[in-house]
């Protein structure tokens, strides 16, 4: 799985967008980059995946570019409960083997008020 | 639709007890995974199973035996605790070892 670079931490006033970046520059064509985030204490939660077009759903929106090199996650009005630590992920989607999913230190998202 | 669960939530073990740690998903996920998380630090994956009948392991094994004699259920055994076993484990569930992983809330476990 490619490897990904992601800030150690970052500040959100609540109501504004929170954008979290995501470098992935050894992607390769068959990996999907996932985010996943994980609330103080809580199991993961997976939040959304894409592969290279921009991809919306109901928590928050990807955006990648077009060399798929790095993306961005986008919460778009965040509030204090979105405040967590934020996983980028690449990784190879369909597989007969499995894989481990790697975690690495991502990125600690703190909303204020 | 429970999802992942994972009982219990705490144990505390005194050093050389055994524990399983329980683990079951009714979304009728064929892979399953047990991981570890230290303060401060990722997840690191302890052993996965790929379907019934079927376990390996993953990074950290060593001290933990996994069995999967159904596809809901998959317990972690530890063998004779130790204080380095102290952490947080988390089950995790997909359809398949590349799809969505859906994590359970986690158990704490401390080893003195």
């Known amino acids: 799985d490619a490897k990904t670079t992601q800030p150690t931490s970052m500040d959100c006033a609540e109501g504004r967008a929170a954008n979290l970046p995501c470098n992935h520059s050894t992607i390769s064509g068959n990996e999907y980059v996932y985010w996943y985030r994980q609330i103080h204490s809580q199991g993961p939660q997976y939040i959304i995946h894409g592969l290279k077009n921009n991809e919306t759903n109901e928590m928050a929106s990807l955006i990648i570019t077009e060399d798929r090199k790095s993306s961005t996650l986008i919460l778009p009005h965040a509030t204090l409960r979105d405040t967590a630590v934020y996983y980028c992920i690449v990784r190879v989607r369909y597989t007969g083997t499995a894989s481990k999913l790697t975690f690495g230190t991502g990125t600690r998202l703190q909303v204020t008020l | ?112």
């Open chain 2, 1 to 112: 639709n429970a999802g992942v669960t994972q009982t219990p939530k705490f144990q505390v073990l005194k050093t050389g007890q055994s524990m399983t740690l329980q683990c079951a998903q009714d979304m009728n996920h064929e892979y399953m995974s047990w991981y570890r998380q230290d303060p401060g630090m990722g997840l690191r994956l302890i052993h996965y199973s790929v379907g019934a009948g079927i376990t390996d392991q993953g990074e950290v094994p060593n001290g933990y035996n996994v069995s999967r004699s159904t596809t809901e259920d998959f317990p972690l055994r530890l063998l004779s605790a130790a204080p380095s076993q102290t952490s947080v484990y988390f089950c995790a569930s997909s359809s398949n070892p590349g799809e969505t992983q859906y994590f359970g809330p986690g158990t704490r476990l401390l080893v003195l």
